[in-house]
C-alpha cells in the first residue's frame, strides 16, 4: 500500500553502531526503532537502552553556568554539585569560556589545566569526544595534563611488558576465539569470561562471537574451570566447574598449583630454560628458601578457603593438556592486582604452554570484545591529537589524589613523580562519578578548582558539578564512522534524529571555541565534520587497495552503502607464537627477551607492595567484625558502565527504581533479609541502598551489586552520604593497587548489609538541576 497523506511513510532505517553493536535505527519524531545488525549471532540486549533516549527528560538543552561561578567567578567551591545552574545563550557562553581558558594559561600554564574523559562515549571514530577534547587543548592552548592507562586495566597495562609484552600483545595479539573452539583442551579462567563483558568493544563489534566460540569448546570436550566468587561469570551453557576462593587469594591459589607441578617434578623445565628468565628467584619463594613459607596446596587451602584435595587435583589435571590461562580484568581491579595478572604468566610458562594454538597465556580475553579476534589488515585512521607540550601525567585512577594534593610525590613503574596544581579541567564525553571510587572525596576533590566545564547531553554528576556545562549530541544526532582495528565491519553511522534543543556536537563546539583563541584554522585543518570523515576514511581505502587486487569503494560510495568489510591479519598466535618458534629470532620486547619469572628492574624499585617477582600479599583491607562482607562491585549487564543508565532496558531490570544487589540466602537469613527487600550497604565511607536478590551463585561471605547507577546522594545522620539509587563507588575505597601501576582497586571493597525499614527516599538521579 503507498502512504497516503493521512498515513505517513514510515521512516527509514539507517545503519548505526555503539560500543555494544552493530544495528539500524529509525526515528519518527517519538519513538526509535531499533534492530540488531543481521550478521549478528548473539545481539547485545542493552541496544534497547537506546529507544528512549533521545527525547528523555534527562538531557540537556542549553549551555548551563553554576549560579556561584557566575556570580562570584573561577575559585574552589563547596557548592559544586549541589548549586544551582542558569542558561546562557551559546555566544556568550563560549565568550566566558575562552576568556577563562586564556587567563589560566596566561596565568598558570598549561601545566595547570587537566584534559579529563574517558573513550567510552561514541563507537564513531571522528566524533571521539577524549580525542576532540584533547585535539582541542593541543592545538589551541599548546598542551594539557593527561591521564595513562585504564580504570579497567591500569595495573596490567604497566606490569606486563615488564614480564611478557604490552597489553595490545597479550590480549589482543594472541589466542584467538577460533583458537579455543578447536584447540583448547582446559581453560582456566581465573575471574571467569562472563559474557556481559565481551558484548562490548570501543569502537563497535558486529558479531558477537564468544558464546558460540565457547559452546563449540564445549562440545568438542573442552573443560571450563570457573574461578570466582560468583558462579556465573561463566555462561550456563558450557556447564563450567566452578571453584570460588575468597576474593584476592587468586595468585596464592595459582602459586600452590606450580607448587605441586614443581613436588610432582611434572613442571615443563625445558621450556622454563630456554623461553624463561628470573626462576631461581622465583623458585626460592615458591618453596619458602626466602621467607619461609613453603606455598604448598595446603598453605593455599587455608587462605583462599579451597579444599587441598581440590588444589592438588586441579593442579595434576592440567599436566599433559593444551591449557588456556586467562586473568581477568577485575582481578586486577583490587589491591595488588598486579600480582594475579603477573602470576598468571608464570603458570602458563611451568605448563610450558605460551604460543600454543588455544594454550598459554591470554590476559583478559572474554573481557573485551576486542580480545580473541583477528587484527584488521588496514583500520581506519583515528582522529589526529596534535602534539602536547605538557610532560606531566597522572595515573587515571589519581584524580582525586592530584587534585587534594598539588605538589606532593608520588610512585609510579618506577618513577618518583609530583602532582601537578590543577585550576581548570576539561571533561568531554565521560562521568567519573562512574568510573571513580570514594564518591564523597571525588566531589570533594572538584571543588579545588578554579573552573570545570563538561560537555555532555545528559544530566550526569559529573554535568552536575562543572561550572560550565555545554550540551552536546547523542550519537544518533550525528554522522560518524564506527571502526575498531578488531571487527572487519566499517559502519557508516548515519545521523537518526536531529539535534535536540541547541545541542551541538564535539566539532563544532571547539571550533568555535578555537576561533574565539584564535587557533580556528590549526583545529579544524580547514576541514568540516563530512570532509574529516572522508578523511579518516582514506586511510583505509589506500590500504585495501595496497593488500590485494579489489578495489575499495570511494568514500562516497562507502556512505552511500552504509558499510564496508576490512581484510583481516592471518590468525598467527602473534608474539608470543612466534616467540616460541624462535626464541632467539624474535625474542619477547622484556630485558631479557624471555618471560621474566622474576624481574631485577621491578625488584630495584623497592616497592613493598610489588616485590620482584610475583606473590601473595594479603590485602590491607580485608573483612572485619564492623565490615565482615566482601563488596564485589563489577561491571553491570544491563548498560556499558553508567551510559543510559536511565534507558529503557537498564530500568526494567531495576527494582523499585534502584539497582539489584545478589547475596547468599544464608547470608542474608542471617540478616534477616527476604527477596525483594531494600538493603542499606555500609562501611566508613558512606551507604547506599539496594534491591536484595538471593542466589547461592555467590559465596556467602560476597555481595554482589554492580556500578553503573547514576550518583543520587543524600545526606544521612548515621553514615554521612548516603546513595539512594545503588551507587557501590560510594563505598569502595579510592587505593591505588601498588606504587608501580597505581591502578583502580574499586572492584573489591568491604561493608556491612543491613535490611532498610525507613521511608524509601525518592531517586532524583535522572531529574534535572535546579535552574
Known amino acids: 500500500m503507498q502512504p497516503s497523506e493521512t498515513t505517513p511513510a514510515r521512516p527509514e532505517m539507517k545503519p548505526h553502531s555503539a560500543h555494544w553493536g552493530a544495528f539500524s535505527a529509525a526515528w519518527d519524531g517519538r519513538e526509535l526503532k531499533v534492530r540488531p545488525h543481521p550478521r549478528d549471532p548473539d545481539p547485545n540486549p542493552i541496544i534497547d537502552n537506546l529507544i528512549d533516549a533521545l527525547r528523555h527528560p534527562v538531557r540537556i538543552a542549553r549551555p548551563m553556568v553554576?549560579?556561584?561561578w557566575l556570580e562570584n567567578g573561577p575559585g574552589p567551591d563547596a557548592r559544586r554539585g549541589s548549586d544551582d545552574h542558569v542558561e546562557m545563550d551559546w555566544d556568550e557562553v563560549l565568550d566566558r569560556l575562552a576568556s577563562e581558558l586564556r587567563r589560566v594559561q596566561q596565568t598558570h600554564g598549561c601545566e595547570a589545566i587537566f584534559g579529563g574523559s574517558y573513550g567510552w562515549s561514541s563507537a564513531g571514530r571522528f566524533h571521539h569526544a577524549q580525542s576532540q577534547v584533547h585535539r582541542f587543548l593541543n592545538t589551541a592552548l599548546g598542551g594539557y595534563v593527561r591521564s595513562v592507562n585504564t580504570y579497567s586495566a591500569g595495573a596490567a597495562a604497566p606490569l606486563l611488558p615488564h614480564v611478557i609484552g604490552t597489553m595490545e600483545q597479550i590480549a589482543r595479539q594472541n589466542v584467538t576465539l577460533e583458537q579455543l573452539a578447536e584447540h583448547t583442551e582446559i581453560v582456566l579462567s581465573f575471574g571467569g569470561m562472563a559474557l556481559k563483558n565481551s558484548r562490548v568493544a570501543s569502537g563497535g563489534v558486529s558479531q558477537h562471537k564468544e558464546r558460540g566460540a565457547m559452546e563449540a569448546a564445549a562440545q568438542r570436550g573442552c573443560r571450563f574451570i570457573n574461578i570466582s566468587p560468583l558462579r556465573d561469570d561463566l555462561p550456563d551453557e558450557i556447564n563450567a566447574e566452578w571453584i570460588a576462593p575468597v576474593p584476592m587469594t587468586d595468585t596464592a591459589l595459582m602459586l600452590a598449583i606450580v607448587h605441586q607441578l614443581w613436588q610432582d617434578d611434572t613442571l615443563d623445565r625445558d621450556f622454563i630454560a630456554r623461553y624463561c628468565d628470573g626462576w631461581n628467584t622465583f623458585e626460592d619463594y615458591l618453596l619458602g628458601r626466602s621467607d619461609g613459607v613453603v606455598k604448598s596446596c595446603a598453605w593455599a587451602a587455608r587462605i583462599c578457603d579451597v579444599p587441598e584435595r581440590r588444589i592438588t587435583e586441579l593442579a595434576r589435571s592440567l599436566v599433559g593438556k593444551r591449557v588456556l590461562i586467562t586473568v581477568s580484568?577485575?582481578?586486577?581491579?583490587?589491591?595488588?592486582?598486579?600480582?594475579?595478572?603477573?602470576?598468571?604468566?608464570?603458570?602458563?610458562?611451568?605448563?610450558?604452554?605460551?604460543g600454543l594454538p588455544g594454550g598459554g597465556y591470554n590476559y583478559a580475553l572474554g573481557t573485551l570484545a576486542h580480545y580473541g579476534r583477528r587484527n584488521?589488515?588496514?583500520?581506519?585512521?583515528?582522529?589526529?591529537?596534535g602534539s602536547n607540550s605538557v610532560k606531566a601525567f597522572i595515573p587515571v585512577a589519581r584524580i582525586a589524589d592530584m587534585l587534594l594534593h598539588p605538589g606532593e610525590p608520588f610512585d609510579y613503574d618506577g618513577q618518583r613523580m609530583t602532582y601537578p596544581h590543577i585550576r581548570l579541567a576539561y571533561w568531554a564525553g565521560g562521568n567519573p562519578f562512574h568510573h571513580h571510587q570514594d564518591l564523597r572525596r571525588l566531589s570533594r576533590a572538584f571543588q579545588t578548582l578554579d573552573t570545570f566545564i563538561v560537555n555532555e547531553s545528559v544530566w550526569t554528576a559529573t554535568a552536575r558539578h562543572a561550572d560550565i556545562v555545554l550540551p552536546t549530541t547523542l550519537t544518533l544526532e550525528r554522522d560518524d564512522i564506527g571502526a575498531t582495528s578488531t571487527d572487519p565491519l566499517v559502519i557508516a553511522m548515519k545521523r537518526i534524529a536531529e539535534p535536540f534543543g541547541e545541542s551541538r556536537d564535539d566539532y563544532a563546539?571547539?571550533?568555535?571555541?578555537?576561533?574565539r583563541l584564535g587557533k580556528r584554522e590549526a583545529f579544524t585543518e580547514g576541514r568540516d565534520t563530512r570532509q574529516w570523515l572522508a578523511h579518516l576514511y582514506e586511510h583505509a581505502r589506500r590500504g585495501i587497495e595496497k593488500t590485494g587486487p579489489q578495489s575499495a569503494p570511494s568514500f562516497e560510495e562507502f556512505w552511500d552503502q552504509g558499510e564496508l568489510l576490512i581484510p583481516q591479519l592471518p590468525d598467527d598466535g602473534g608474539l608470543l607464537r612466534a616467540f616460541r618458534n624462535d626464541p632467539e629470532g624474535t625474542p619477547l620486547p622484556t630485558p631479557s627477551g624471555k618471560v621474566q619469572i622474576s624481574s631485577p628492574i621491578i625488584a630495584s624499585f623497592g616497592y613493598p607492595d610489588c616485590p620482584g617477582h610475583p606473590a601473595h600479599l594479603p590485602p590491607q583491607h580485608a573483612p572485619t567484625e564492623e565490615h565482615p562482607l566482601w563488596l564485589i562491585a563489577n561491571q553491570p549487564y544491563t548498560k556499558l558502565h553508567s551510559q543510559l543508565d536511565f534507558g529503557r532496558y537498564s530500568m526494567d531490570?531495576?527494582?523499585?527504581?534502584?539497582?539489584?544487589?545478589r547475596l547468599h540466602p544464608d547470608t542474608a537469613a542471617a540478616r534477616g533479609i527476604k527477596e525483594g527487600d531494600i538493603i542499606q550497604l555500609h562501611n566508613e565511607l558512606g551507604a547506599c541502598l539496594a534491591s536484595a536478590h538471593l542466589s547461592e551463585e555467590v559465596r556467602k561471605d560476597v555481595v554482589q551489586l554492580p556500578t553503573g547507577a547514576w550518583y543520587d546522594p543524600r545526606p544521612d545522620a548515621r553514615h554521612g552520604v548516603i546513595c539512594v539509587h545503588g551507587n557501590p563507588n560510594i563505598v569502595a575505597r579510592d587505593l591505588g593497587t601498588s606504587a608501580l601501576g597505581q591502578g583502580c582497586a574499586g572492584q573489591i571493597s568491604t561493608v556491612q548489609v543491613e535490611r532498610y525499614d525507613a521511608p524509601l527516599p525518592p531517586i532524583r538521579a535522572f531529574d534535572p538541576p535546579a535552574t
Open 509 to 515: 563546539i571547539f571550533s568555535d571555541l578555537a576561533e
Open 653 to 661: 531490570n531495576k527494582r523499585q527504581g534502584r539497582e539489584i544487589c
Open 66 to 68: 553554576r549560579r556561584g
Open 376 to 385: 584488521n589488515a588496514w583500520p581506519v585512521a583515528p582522529l589526529p591529537q
Open 329 to 354: 580484568h577485575s582481578l586486577q581491579r583490587s589491591e595488588h592486582g598486579e600480582q594475579p595478572v603477573w602470576m598468571g604468566a608464570v603458570l602458563a610458562a611451568a605448563l610450558g604452554q605460551l
